[in-house]
């Protein structure tokens, strides 16, 4: 600036004045806090949309272990496909009355005809609306049934113990140093998509499950040193059956 005293022209002087390098200071960069990390971070996304951050800050992450409730996920996350989450978010609770609370044995007996009445099903608000896809809406009725036989047939306890095994039935808390380290899947998801492909489950790729498992607790995926991983790890460290560290 003109007005900085440094670059002003000194005065003449008769007297021949010794010049001294001015010492070059680095300009102070603050620490970015907890609040600055997080913006960055999920609010990236949120985009000031308050359901979906209500959503990460108190569902993504978390640890759900209930047939009803790891079988909503993998059914929104497979509708989710090709579409964004916040798509499927706003449309949750039309899913939930669609699908029956996402009860298994429920949507295991809905019938073709309920599906049609879901693809001409019409309202004001989109909201109150599924996506039309018949390939994705059938999916869950066949996804359930499936589960249905593994579970009667003793091939599993239950739907939940078997998508936990994948992770050897402990979460695993990752250490991103931002969320563009993140990846779309990894092994344990590539495994978990083969074995139920191989069953006979639809719209499950590899991606898919990872995004369930993201959303579920089986991974902690908050970026290290945020508010959200600091208490995933405090919660991990009092979990029983303990937790993975990568």
Not at 53 to 60: D, P, V
């Amino acid at each position: 600036m003109s007005g900085d005293p440094s670059t002003r022209a000194s005065a003449p002087s008769s007297k021949k004045q010794k010049r001294t390098k001015r010492q070059q200071v680095a300009p102070h960069r603050p620490k970015p806090s907890v609040d600055s990390d997080e913006q960055e971070w999920f609010h990236k996304f949120t985009q000031g949309d308050p359901l979906y951050a209500e959503y990460m800050t108190n569902e993504w992450g978390r640890e759900k272990d209930t047939d009803s409730e790891l079988f909503e996920k993998l059914s929104l996350e497979g509708a989710q496909s090709g579409l964004s989450w916040r798509t499927i978010l706003h449309k949750r609770e039309a899913y939930r009355t669609a699908f029956h609370g996402f009860d298994i044995d429920k949507v295991a007996a809905m019938t073709e005809g309920e599906i049609d009445a879901l693809m001409s099903k019409t309202a004001d608000d989109p909201k109150e609306l599924v996506v039309r896809h018949r390939g994705k809406l059938a999916s869950v009725l066949n996804n359930a049934q499936i589960i249905q036989q593994l579970i009667a047939d003793g091939t599993i306890d239950s739907f939940k113990e078997y998508l936990w095994s994948f992770v050897d039935r402990k979460p695993i808390l990752n250490r991103w140093a931002s969320f563009h380290d993140l990846p779309s899947k990894t092994e344990e998801s590539e495994r978990m998509s083969k074995e139920l492909k191989k069953r006979g489950f639809k719209f499950v790729g590899p991606t898919t499950c990872y995004a369930m498992m993201q959303s579920c607790g089986f991974v902690i995926d908050h970026p290290v040193g945020t508010t959200h991983w600091v208490a995933a790890e405090e919660r991990l460290k009092g979990r029983n059956g303990g937790y993975q560290v990568r």
